[in-house]
């Protein structure tokens, strides 16, 4: 499930969490530290209730389309839960309802993500984790399910285009963002949707959904330690991009030769018909330029 949000990406997320989970002190004590695939961590540790709120912010929203197809930030955050390489879509929610755990996915100007709600017991709350990283990691943005969810978006989108306050906006947008990518909402169309395919999804996801891209907000009764194990346990199976590590560069030392060897002139051939003009017209010129030399020459031995 994939709710849309408009807004910039901050602190919000964060701040969310804490309301949801019922954290209402004055001084919340917020932790912040980075974890080994490159991911910043926020947590606030809250005893109130049972339960730990998560959510996973990526620098992938609707900023980060194309001009020539938006809207796959949307269709790929909502395909996250459609199915991974092991279970299918029903038997991820079947999970999550047996776990008693709220999933949804969400994707706005700026970012792109999940939340996962769940007891923090851990017969419950580890399997849960299970299922939130592997729809993660593992997606696999069925070919049924995009079509299923491409025909959904347009017909809320013409929908949305018989209410005036939606015209409006869009034709704000537009003018306020004519080439920028705040204004990818504002040029969401039949065919643009129409013209997305599993390919593009699969590139977004794989170029954007990152660990070193990732934040992740946790709120709840958890330690320290817990959070962290889980933040790991989140992120760990994400598609990290190949580095190409060059070898140091050594300059080459000056040996002596061994032996002597004879330098030979390369010749140089003309390979175009403009280039053997040029070469007959040089010939001409060097041998005009002889028979002057000579014929002067040999007039001063006569007269001599």
């Given at each position: 499930?994939?709710?849309?949000?408009?807004?910039?990406?901050?602190?919000?997320?964060?701040?969310?969490?804490?309301?949801?989970s019922?954290v209402?002190?004055?001084?919340v004590a917020l932790?912040?530290?980075?974890?080994?695939?490159?991911?910043?961590?926020?947590?606030v540790?809250?005893h109130?209730?049972p339960m730990?709120?998560?959510?996973v912010?990526f620098?992938?929203?609707?900023?980060?389309?194309?001009?020539?197809?938006p809207?796959?930030?949307?269709?790929?955050?909502d395909?996250?839960?459609a199915?991974?390489?092991r279970h299918?879509?029903?038997?991820?929610?079947g999970?999550?309802?047996?776990?008693?755990?709220q999933?949804s996915?969400?994707?706005?100007d700026?970012s792109?993500?999940?939340?996962?709600?769940?007891l923090?017991?851990?017969?419950?709350?580890?399997?849960a984790?299970?299922v939130a990283?592997?729809?993660?990691s593992?997606?696999t943005f069925?070919?049924?399910?995009?079509q299923?969810e491409?025909?959904r978006?347009i017909?809320?989108?013409?929908q949305?285009?018989?209410?005036a306050?939606?015209?409006?906006?869009?034709t704000?947008?537009?003018?306020?963002?004519p080439?920028?990518?705040y204004?990818?909402d504002?040029?969401?169309?039949e065919t643009?949707?129409?013209s997305?395919s599993?390919?593009?999804?699969v590139?977004?996801w794989?170029?954007?959904?990152?660990p070193?891209?990732?934040v992740?907000?946790?709120?709840?009764?958890?330690s320290?330690?817990?959070a962290?194990?889980l933040?790991e346990?989140?992120?760990?199976?994400?598609?990290?991009?190949?580095v190409?590590?060059?070898?140091?560069?050594?300059?080459?030392?000056?040996?002596k030769?061994?032996k002597n060897?004879t330098c030979?002139?390369?010749?140089?051939?003309?390979?175009?018909l403009?280039?053997w003009?040029?070469s007959?017209?040089?010939i001409r010129?060097?041998s005009?330029?002889?028979s002057?030399?000579?014929f002067?020459?040999?007039a001063?031995?006569?007269?001599?």
């Amino acid at each position: 499930m994939c709710v849309k949000f408009s807004g910039r990406w901050s602190l919000g997320g964060l701040l969310l969490l804490l309301c949801v989970s019922g954290v209402t002190q004055a001084a919340v004590a917020l932790q912040r530290w980075q974890t080994a695939q490159g991911a910043t961590v926020m947590f606030v540790e809250s005893h109130a209730n049972p339960m730990v709120d998560v959510q996973v912010d990526f620098d992938a929203g609707t900023r980060r389309d194309t001009l020539a197809k938006p809207g796959v930030s949307e269709l790929t955050a909502d395909l996250l839960d459609a199915g991974t390489r092991r279970h299918d879509e029903e038997q991820l929610r079947g999970q999550l309802a047996d776990l008693g755990a709220q999933f949804s996915t969400y994707a706005q100007d700026e970012s792109a993500g999940l939340r996962l709600r769940s007891l923090t017991e851990p017969a419950l709350l580890q399997p849960a984790l299970a299922v939130a990283a592997e729809m993660l990691s593992t997606p696999t943005f069925p070919t049924a399910v995009l079509q299923r969810e491409k025909q959904r978006s347009i017909e809320m989108l013409k929908q949305q285009e018989t209410k005036a306050e939606f015209l409006a906006e869009r034709t704000l947008s537009r003018l306020v963002y004519p080439t920028h990518p705040y204004g990818n909402d504002a040029r969401l169309s039949e065919t643009s949707l129409q013209s997305i395919s599993r390919a593009d999804l699969v590139t977004f996801w794989r170029q954007h959904y990152q660990p070193q891209r990732a934040v992740v907000s946790i709120v709840g009764d958890v330690s320290r330690e817990q959070a962290q194990r889980l933040a790991e346990q989140l992120l760990a199976g994400l598609f990290k991009p190949m580095v190409v590590r060059h070898k140091p560069y050594r300059p080459c030392r000056w040996r002596k030769p061994k032996k002597n060897y004879t330098c030979v002139m390369p010749v140089v051939r003309p390979t175009s018909l403009s280039a053997w003009r040029c070469s007959s017209v040089m010939i001409r010129i060097i041998s005009r330029w002889w028979s002057a030399t000579t014929f002067w020459v040999v007039a001063g031995l006569i007269r001599a």
